[in-house]
């Protein structure tokens, strides 16, 4: 049957025919192109892609004809043939197009290794936390109030859950909503300058200067260090809407003041660099002062790596995970992600060089087999992919793109029944962890 007209479905012309294609859901980190004939019967074309579709229906990626043909092309050299009546074709964008830029983020491989973690353990509420912090890194303040709202469920007591719950909150807009989180907190931490200083915030973006000055000085009260200058900064703002400039001045120079003076100690920094959840540059800021007082803190720099991978300063990251390695040649993780970063510059016999130390070190490293399998993968060597898709999914048996990156891969090869039963398991795990997050 012909593929029916769908919202925000597109059109292209190849080989003299007309095919329509259209975005649709897949897991949290990817979507699909779905891709068929208008006139008759045929096989539709299922490709991959990292990313995420909005309300809209729209992918994060730009998703253009000319992509879309490029996908068509290398799909019909691979053995899709739209003209036959059959099972789903399915391909992924960087098996049929190893040069495009489609690499997912550390913080997409840090949502997907969450989901696996959810599955497994739906009752673990650090994971929910860390997920949602994710989701805010992404800006999809829904889903990362509704991480948050499930931490909070499994945890009532926990305040800095209801603290992050409310910045996400406050970056929607739902002021109020982000201000009972916020009195709800203090409520179970009085001490907590944080809790007083975000519910500031709220308050001031609301236009309630009033008593967002009484926060703000409170959360300088509890701590007038370095860490709570913004509070000086945002009293002066409030102080500015007010009318009175000289307050407003006294505060803001202050800030300027204050935000200059040292901490004491390299543990002080680690410390405040791991509160930097979402502000990235703050965090290296710390790392590089971690750096600066203990140049052999091999975790300083693993930690500022992943924060340049992040912001996809990819050089810088490499650099900061090759000298975290050579601090502690031990270190597979650090491995792993240079491997990652490698992998997304292209330089594939680097990455999988790095990930194979990342095994050698840790023979259990799933997600490291997982990638050095998209790397043989994206140089063609594709029994190499299967074998290691194969050991990620002996070592991680409900890793879903493991079973659906083999399938594919055997899908090329002609093995139907093989391809077949790796999509039948990926689409079954997908269905189970988006059944545990309704």
């Not at 800006?139 to 945890?155: G, P, Q, T, V």
């Not at 992998?343 to 680097?350: A, I, N, P, T």
């Not at 493991?402 to 399938?407: E, I, L, Q």
Request: glycine share 6%; hydrophobic share 35%; proline share 4%.
């Amino acid at each position: 049957m012909a593929l029916p007209q769908k919202k925000n479905t597109s059109s292209i012309t190849l080989k003299d025919a007309a095919f329509h294609w259209y975005m649709s859901r897949g897991g949290n980190s990817y979507c699909f192109v779905v891709i068929q004939r208008i006139e008759g019967d045929g096989t539709k074309l299922l490709v991959r892609v990292p990313g995420y579709l909005d309300y809209k229906g729209q992918c994060e990626r730009p998703i253009l004809p000319s992509l879309m043909e490029k996908c068509m092309e290398a799909a019909f050299r691979a053995g899709w043939n739209p003209e036959v009546d059959g099972p789903d074709f399915r391909v992924t964008l960087e098996g049929l197009l190893p040069d495009e830029p489609t690499p997912l983020t550390e913080n997409e491989l840090e949502i997907g290794e969450l989901d696996e973690e959810l599955q497994s353990n739906p009752d673990n509420a650090t994971a929910y936390r860390r997920r949602g912090v994710c989701w805010f890194v992404e800006k999809e303040y829904e889903k990362a109030i509704a991480d948050f709202s499930e931490a909070i469920r499994l945890n009532p007591g926990a305040a800095d859950l209801l603290i992050e719950r409310a910045e996400s909150l406050d970056h929607k807009g739902e002021y109020d909503k982000a201000v009972a989180d916020l009195s709800e907190a203090i409520r179970l931490d009085p001490k907590s300058a944080l809790a007083y200083y975000n519910r500031g915030l709220s308050r001031y973006h609301r236009g309630e200067y009033d008593k967002a000055i009484e926060d703000f000085t409170e959360s300088i009260r509890l701590d007038p260090t370095v860490a709570y200058c913004y509070a000086y900064c945002f009293r002066g703002y409030a102080w500015e809407e007010k009318g009175d400039k000289e307050k407003a001045e006294a505060d803001l120079t202050k800030y300027e003041e204050i935000k200059s003076v040292p901490l004491d100690s390299a543990e002080a920094y680690m410390h405040r660099a791991y509160s930097w959840d979402n502000n990235h540059d703050m965090a290296i800021a710390d790392f590089t002062e971690v750096i600066r007082l203990n140049p052999k803190c091999d975790q300083a720099y693993w930690q500022r790596g992943i924060e340049f991978a992040i912001k996809r300063e990819r050089e810088k990251a490499i650099a900061d995970y090759t000298e975290a390695i050579r601090l502690n040649p031990e270190y597979d993780i650090a491995y792993h992600h240079r491997g990652t970063c490698f992998r997304s510059k292209g330089e594939y016999d680097k990455a999988i060089d790095d990930h194979t130390e990342a095994i050698r070190l840790n023979p259990k490293y799933a997600r490291a087999y997982f990638f050095r399998g998209t790397c043989w993968e994206r140089k063609g060597e594709y029994d190499r992919a299967i074998d290691d898709y194969t050991e990620a999914i002996e070592l991680d048996p409900k890793h879903p793109w493991a079973y659906y990156s083999r399938g594919v891969r055997w899908q090329q090869k002609g093995d139907k029944a093989k391809a077949d039963a790796d999509f039948k398991i990926a689409d079954e795990l997908e269905a189970e962890r988006k059944k545990s997050r309704e």
